[in-house]
C-alpha cells in the first residue's frame, strides 16, 4: 500500500503468454527525479530486454524488488512520488 501522493510502478502487460519476468537493472536510484517518458527499470522476459517508464514527472522513492527477483504482471517494483 502506499501513502497519500505516493504511486506504486508496476510491471506492464507484456504479451499474451507472458505471465513473470526478472527485473534486469534499476536505471533510476532512490532519490532520482524522472521525467515523463524516461524508464526506471528494465526488465527481461523471453530473451527480451523491455524497459519501463514512467507517464509523470516523479521521484523515485523505494525500489521494491532487487535486481534478478522474478515479478509477476502488474507486481509493485517501485514507489514514487509525483514533482512539479
Known sequence: MSSAGQI?????????????????HWLAAVGTIVEPGEAIAEVE???????????TRVRI????????????IGAAIAEV???D
Open 8 to 24: 506504486l510502478v508496476v510491471v506492464p502487460d507484456l504479451g499474451d503468454s507472458v505471465t513473470e519476468a526478472t527485473l534486469t
Open 81 to 83: 512520488t509525483p514533482v
Open 61 to 72: 522513492d523505494r525500489h521494491l524488488v532487487a535486481e534478478g527477483d522474478r515479478v509477476t
Open 45 to 55: 522476459a523471453e530473451k527480451v530486454n523491455i524497459e519501463i517508464p514512467v507517464d
